[in-house]
């Protein structure tokens, strides 16, 4: 794998241009606008305060900041550089800011969900939609951009109610059959809405846009319930991932179960159907708070890959009961760009990747970390998945098998967040405040 030079940044703030060629991320005050190709810088713009978000435009020809401090929100032309918009918010504060799928259109949440103000760049026309039930999850855009979905509350009942985005206009407003609603999904072809309940209900409700109810799901009750749930680009499956530390797939035609799969190894995943990867570290010198770095630059420190012979013991972590967002349950679900498999993280076993082969509804790999695992991100056009686990080494799996490489530079680099250009021609790997980019070259074998 080859890797860029490494910047700095601040905050983890970043976004890649639709369109893949560009990359903003924040520095202090500063937004940098970069290539990615060259790594140059294209713009430089000062903020008016701290940078909460940035977001491009889905033409990829303007830039958002959001400054939530101020209850401001800065917009920039990649084009025109002298060009530049201030929406400010006022008393009513700022907790959220997004593009609407035009790209001309700015959507603001005000303090304590008291409204959605929608702004038109080009028109300079103002519409608003009052009390929506959260600042940022509560709005859902159609895949072809035609309609917006929001959750809203009223007469202390969950309601979705659809807008045409041409118009802005409410063209249905239906009830769920939700207690607290917690969050919407449009599925990928825009044909059925997901609604999951709260963390206390294992309730998932599925509708048509108009509003028919097409599907209800409930695994079981008096226990925690949903933890997260994702759509197969596929668009055939629904991913539920929960507390009981089991993923379970929904067939999007019936609504019935297909498979419930617990995240648990027996004889019944012996090896030869399913693989075990196990993450080794060797140093060539060890003591105790020294940072070790050879000629070339690169740390010491060197991890790979072992294929087991045996059904390892995963390591477990106690959950505690009086936390309030306790680690237990499958927390991350991810479908491949293919729908062909199914890579989760069950919480109180953070070391381990679980991947799962959709066609033929089973487990087909473990990846075993010796750190805990804090990102996953596959790539956008092929069955290629990077792990981050904060240590210095960047990790990939295919259906071909596993590599690790690390990340060539002076200081110790803790990778701890990663995504793909929408091309998926670089990945970003993001430390605490340093970035860079890495490609994988044809000698990686995946």
Known sequence: MEFTDVYQQSGRVFAFSPNGKHFAYRMDHRVI?????????????????????????????????????????????????????????????????????????????????????????????????????????????????????????????????????????????????????????????????????????????AYKPNGQLVGEYSAYQNALGVKTATW?????????????????????????????????????????SCFFYKESETRDRRQKGEDYIHEGGMHVTACKYEILSEIPTI????????????RLGVGVVRFSPDSKFLATRNDNMPTAVWIWDMTKLKLCNVLIQISAVKALAWHPQRSLLAIATGSSCVYMWSPQGCLSAQVPTDRNFCVNEIEWTPDGSFLLLLDKDRFCLCMATAGSNL
Not at 166 to 177: A, H
Not at 315 to 326: K, L, M, Q
């Open 315 to 326: 390591e477990s972590i106690r959950s505690d009961p009086e936390s309030a967002s306790p």
């Open 232 to 272: 197969s680009p596929s668009s055939q499956f629904l991913a539920i991932g929960s507390y009981d530390e089991c993923v379970r797939l929904m067939n999007a035609v019936t609504w019935k179960p297909v498979s419930c799969h617990k995240h648990t190894l027996s004889s019944s995943n012996r090896t030869g």
């Open 33 to 205: 606008v970069r290539d990615v190709e060259t790594m140059g810088v294209l713009q430089l713009k000062v903020c008016l305060d701290k940078i909460q978000t940035i977001e491009w435009s889905s033409d990829s020809m303007y830039f958002l900041c959001g400054l939530y401090n101020r209850g401001i929100v800065q917009v920039w032309s990649l084009e025109d550089a002298e060009w530049s918009c201030k929406i400010d918010e006022g008393s009513a504060g700022l907790t959220h800011a997004r593009w609407s799928p035009d790209g001309r259109h700015i959507l603001t949440t005000a303090d304590f969900q008291l409204r959605i103000t929608i702004w038109s760049l080009i028109s300079q026309q103002i519409n608003y939609l009052l009390f929506p039930k959260f600042s940022g999850k509560s709005c859902a855009f159609s895949s072809d951009g035609v309609y917006m979905a929001a959750i809203e509350r009223r007469d202390c009942k969950d309601c979705v109610s659809i807008f045409a985005c041409k118009t802005w206009e409410m063209v249905k407003s239906f009830i769920v059959g939700t207690s607290d609603a917690c969050s919407l999904q449009w599925s990928p072809d825009d044909s059925a809405l997901c609604v999951v309940d709260s963390l206390l209900h294992f309730n998932v409700f």
